[in-house]
């Protein structure tokens, strides 16, 4: 999931997500990308299709390099592009089957939006895929604010993952964080959280109520 | 076939809902939300979800209304008169064994999940019940609908022998995590505290949705407000005659 701040937007995914039905295949696929100089995009979902979303992206920014004309793509252009795509594959009933984050800054105006695999889109302070929208997003509104610093906002996203590791059956413990400012964009190495399991409960759970489990 | 001449069936009376129970270093918390639903409309802006079992022991209700009214009040009457027969305080585990078994021979048709909580004679227990019949003890649970936001702010923040009001604190933010971010949950958030040989229930202890916009002034209706389009006037014709009956005579 992702979160705007200051100057800076924030982005963060498990690596994983190279499952294969209910196997846990590719440990080490990297969900998030940069596209040009003022944008990130991270997806969930058919990771087949979002490498073709690279491709079709690659040739727009390609084409807006020829241009050779002192100006470049920025992330709201991007949130656009991608939400024609989506939603023209929608109406051909033959969707690329992700959920989107694109964030980016231009010219210090920062922007953060999502669009679907059926064409909705949207802009917001927060935003979250999949499970993420059922266990994050309330985190998210209740202790999001306009002035985080950097090390609140990593620790805010950091709370978020920690809950979906625990209660997200396909999380696993492999994590990239991705920052964008309007100097640049840094793609975090992957690493993982601490989480506790050693709650007194959890040792001898049914202590007191032998016979239930 | 009724349904093919667009005939809704009635729907169900659910507690769309978010329910949770934690225990804390003096007992039991239990916490709800009071939005009872009918498909998509409220049904019930105020109802109650925490419901009695035993003077120590208070259970949470989500799935079908009418099932987890019935559901605990039998387990609570069976619980009483287990009391009457042996001379003995309840336990937790006697009302989780009647409600699991009741459930699991109704095979899930009985659609109530339930968080039991309560104190006894072993120490503070908390238990989750679904409507298969399965149960889960567990040092914090939430169920309903809005489970998931819930369990978002517990497993964020909770933490072992949390004092009672951090640990009521913490229920009431789980369960306004639940009212504001799930759509069948809603309204006012009750909590019901239990420790060793007092239960306290905080009915509406949190209102987080008061009516905005009331009138003061109150809301008169005058005369004119309304406009007639037609008036008809049947007088009511006697059809019986009656008359003074003489007493009866024994």
Known sequence: MEKKEKAILFFKSDTEFGSYGSTLRYKSVERI????????????????????ILRYLDELILYDNMWDDGNSLGPKEIH??????????????????????????????????????IGTHFEDNHVATGFGNHLARPIFRDEWSEDMTF????????????????RDRSAINKFQIAKITDEGVTISQPYSLKTFWGFSAFKNPSKGAEGSW | ???????????????????????????????????????????????????????????????????????????????????????????????????????FSYQGYVSAALVLGG???TGPHL????????????????????????????????????????????????ICSGIFNDLGSG???????????????????????????????GYSFVKG???VLSTKITPLKEKVEVVEGDAMEE
């Open chain 2, 127 to 174: 238990h989750t019940v679904y409507p298969h019949g399965s149960t889960d003890t567990l040092p914090f649970a939430t169920m309903g609908s809005g489970s998931l936001a819930a369990m978002a702010m517990f497993e964020s923040k909770y933490r072992e022998g949390l004092t009672r009001d951090e640990g009521i604190k913490l229920v009431s933010e789980a």
């Open chain 1, 80 to 117: 656009n592009y991608l939400n024609r795509v989506m939603y023209n594959r929608r109406n051909k009933f033959n969707p690329l089957w992700n959920s989107l984050v694109i964030g980016g800054v231009k010219n210090g105006q920062k922007y953060l939006g999502m669009v679907g695999m």
């Open chain 1, 151 to 166: 090390e609140e906002a990593v620790r805010l996203l950091e709370k978020c993952l920690r809950v979906l590791l625990y």
């Open chain 2, 187 to 217: 309204s006012n958030v009750d909590v019901c505290v239990i420790t060793k040989g007092h239960a306290e229930y905080l009915r509406n202890h949190l209102l987080p949705n008061p009516r905005t916009y009331i009138s003061s002034k």
């Open chain 2, 1 to 103: 076939m009724l349904l093919k001449k667009g005939v809704q069936p009635p729907s169900f009376r659910k507690t769309g809902t978010t329910i949770v129970g934690l225990v804390f270093q003096d007992g039991v918390i239990l916490g709800a939300d009071t939005r009872a639903t009918e498909g998509p409309i409220v049904a019930d802006k105020n109802c109650e979800k925490i419901h009695y079992m035993a003077p120590n022991i208070y259970c949470c209700g989500a799935g079908t209304a009418a099932d987890t009214e019935a559901v605990t009040d039998m387990v609570s009457s069976q619980l009483q008169l287990h009391r009457y027969a042996t001379g003995r305080e309840s336990r937790v585990i006697t009302a989780l064994t009647l409600l699991k078994s009741h459930l």
């Open chain 1, 33 to 52: 990308k940069a596209i040009g100089k003022h944008t990130l995009l991270g997806a969930s979902g058919e990771i087949s299709d979002f490498q073709e």
């Open chain 2, 225 to 227: 407000h309304t406009g």
């Open chain 2, 119 to 121: 104190i006894d004679v």
